[in-house]
Antibody, heavy 121, light 107 residues
């Protein structure tokens, strides 16, 4: 079955960096756009970034633009999110999700289990 | 950015009740509206896309309707396993935005 498993979260100080990974299985990874979505503790959902199947098209939310970098390795069915210059407001559970809707990548199914990133001194 | 307004933010209902959650967008999005269910401690799960298209495996007691700026998620007969927070999401334009969520409790 389709499965997404995130890793790499944890506690980091403000200004620090962290790299999240998402391992995909059960589908042809290089056929799909992929997306990162986050959820601050007790809060709603925020779309963060997407990447096309060939890495040619990438978009970011304004809140992370210039600080976060999305990438993928199709040979290893993996998605990444490099997070630099982290701020307290980046504290959240980060989900990777398969994007549906073709090049619009505007529908998310399924989602990974989530990975908590805490930015605190 | 397209703003999403969900109501109510929480609601308590009894097993067997009909439950309706609404979602309003700040501009017309045709039918580019999706609904997700997030059970406690779990990742969200896609229920409905394109305003009214039920995903495979989702019980038929769930339905969606609407177009333009006003949308509705309806549970025709509430079951205990429907305890969750429900989110609408617009898929019309980036940044894709979500409603603030409706927390559904079972009386």
């Amino acid at each position: 079955q389709v499965q997404l498993v995130e890793s790499g979260g944890g506690l980091v100080k403000p200004g620090g960096s962290l790299r999240l990974s998402c391992a995909a299985s059960g589908f042809t990874f290089n056929d799909y756009y992929m997306t990162w979505i986050r959820q601050a503790p007790g809060k709603g959902l925020e779309w963060v970034s997407y990447i096309s199947s060939t890495s040619s098209y990438i978009k970011y939310a304004d809140s992370v633009k210039g600080r976060f970098t999305i990438s993928r390795d199709n040979a290893n069915n993996s998605l990444y999110l490099q997070m630099n210059s982290l701020r307290a407001e980046d504290t959240a559970v980060y989900y990777c999700a398969r994007s549906l809707g073709g090049t619009a990548a505007n529908l998310f199914d399924p989602w990974g289990q989530g990975n908590l990133v805490t930015v605190s001194s | 950015d397209i703003q999403m307004t969900q109501s109510p933010s929480s609601l308590s209902a009894s097993v067997g009740d009909r439950v309706t959650i609404t979602c309003r967008t700040s501009q017309s999005i045709s039918n580019y509206l999706n609904w997700y269910q997030q059970k406690p401690g779990k990742a969200p799960n896609l229920l409905i896309d394109a305003a009214s298209s039920l995903q495979s495996g989702v019980p038929s007691r769930f339905s969606g309707s609407g177009s333009g700026t006003d949308f509705t998620l309806t549970i025709s007969s509430l079951r205990p396993e429907d305890l969750a927070t429900y989110y609408c999401q617009q898929s019309y334009s980036t940044p894709y935005t979500f409603g603030q969520g409706t927390k559904l409790e079972i009386k």
